[in-house]
C-alpha cells in the first residue's frame, strides 16, 4: 500500500482556539501476560515514536533491526508487512545493538466519524476524538479525507496534547468487515464511580457490564482501552457501552508488562506532545510524567521552551509505570545552523541575512572573531561578504541566534527541519531557502544520538532519503563546497540528522 503525507499546517491560532488546559499524569497498574520474547530475556531498552520508515524500522530517523523481532497489532502476533510509516509505536530491545525485539503498535481510535473533517480547522471529530492533521500525518490507502463522511470508519495513531486533542500520525480508512471492535485509547477524565462513568475526550463511557482487565481501580489520569465489540456506537451520540476496559502502559509495550515487574530502572526513549506543564521541573507527555534538573542536557533549545503544545523527545530511566527522569530532552524541529556568506547586517534590528536567511541575533548572543582575535568583537565589527557560522534556533518569529562565529571562508552550509519536500523533483526547503540536488549530490544518514554532525553517515541513496522525510519533522543538514553565493546552485550534500 502507498502511504501517503498530507501538506497542510494548522496554524497556532487553530491550536488555541481548539484547545484550553491539558490533562496532569495519572497512576496505573497495568498486568498482562509477558510475550514469548519477554520471557527469553529481552533487553529492556524501551521506545516510543513514529515510525519513519523501513528496512528495519526506522523510528524519529533511528533505525532498529528487526531480523528477529515479534510484531504486534493491536495485541495480536503480526509482522511487519502490516506497519505503515506514520504509526505511533513502542519498541522493546538493545539500543546499545540497535536491535528490536519487540515491535508493538495499538492505534489510539477506531471507529465512526462524528464530524466530517474542517479544512478551516484541519480537524474532524472520530468517536468523540478531535483529531488534528498537520503536515506531519499519514494519510493510508490513499484516504482523501475531503471525501470522508459521518459514519465512515477511520483509524487514527498519534499524540495526546492539551486538551486530549490527539495529534494525527497516521489515518486509515477501515471497513466494517475487517474492524472487529471499535476502540479508543486515552485518559480516564470526569470519572463518576456511582453511574460506572467517565469521559475519553468528549466520549461519555458507560462500564457498568464491561469486562475490566489490568485495572487496580479507576482514578482520573489512568490510561485506559476502551472496546466497544458489538460496534454499536452511533456517530454523533458521544456515548459508550463499553464491553471492555483495559489499562495500559505508557512506554512498554503491554506484551512485555508482567504482575512482578515494577517498570523501574529502565532506559526509555520518549516522544510525545506536552499536556501540561506540573512545576518548574517536571511536565506530562500525556499521562507520563517527566521530570528534568540541572543536570538534564537539552538540544535545540532550553528549558524556557518547554511549553504546552511542544512536541519533543525524553530519554532517561523509569522511576515507575508513569514517571520518567530525564538525561536529555530534545526538541527536534528547533534546531537552527547558517553557515555562509554575510549578505547585509542592519545594526538598528540586530539583523543578519546569510544565503537568503535572515537571522536575529540579541544582545544576549555569544560572539566570536576566529579571523583578528578580537576578543570584543561586536555585531558592528561585522561586514558584508564576511564569513560567518550561525548557530541557533527556529521559533515562529524566524532564526534566533545563540552564537555567531566570523572565520576563513569554507562550506555554505544549512540545518534546519525540511518542509516542501518533493521526491520526484528531489527538492526541499530549509530555513525558508529552496534546496535543490543534482544526480551528483550524496546522500547521508547520522545515526548518532546527539543531533550534531561528525562525518560518520551512512551512504544513502536519493529515493531511499527522501522517502525516510517527514514533513516539517525531519532534521537535514545541507551543504554546498566553499563559500557559495547563490542557493540556486544544486546542493552538494544532504544529511538527514538523528
Known sequence: MKTNRIRFLASAATLLALSACGGGGGSNAPVSTASAAASSGVTKDLAQGTITGFGSVYIRGQKYDTDDAEFFRDGEKSGQDDFRVGMKVKIAGDFDEDRADIVSYDEDVKGPVDEAFDPGTNTLVVMGQTVLVTADTYLDDGLDLNRVMVGDLLEVSGYRGLNDLLEASYIEPKRDDNTNAFKVIGQVR??????????????????AAAELDDIDQFVDGLLVEVKDEAKNYTSGLLTLQATKVEGKSYPRPDELVDEDDDESGDEVEYEGI???????SSFALGGLVVNHDAQTTFIY???SQLVVGTKIEAEGRLLNADNLDADKIKFSRNGARVSGIV?????ETRMVRVFGVEVLVPEEADLEDN???????????LRDGDFVVIRGRLTAQGVIATGLERDEASDTELRGAATDIDPLEGSLTILGVFV??????E????DDDDGMDDGFGDSAGRDDFFDMLNEGQSVVEAKWEGAVISPTVPVDELELED
Not at 470526569?190 to 462500564?207: C, K, P, Q, T
Not at 535543490?436 to 549530490?441: I, L, P
Open 436 to 441: 535543490r540536488t543534482s544526480e551528483f549530490t
Open 274 to 280: 506536552i499536556s501540561e506543564i506540573l512545576s518548574d
Open 343 to 347: 549578505e547585509m547586517v542592519n545594526l
Open 371 to 381: 579571523l583578528g582575535g578580537n576578543e570584543s568583537f561586536l555585531l558592528s565589527d
Open 301 to 303: 533549545g532550553d528549558a
Open 190 to 207: 470526569s470519572l463518576d464511580r456511582n453511574a460506572a462513568e467517565f469521559s475519553i475526550g468528549d466520549l461519555r463511557v458507560n462500564y
Open 443 to 446: 546522500y547521508e544518514i547520522d
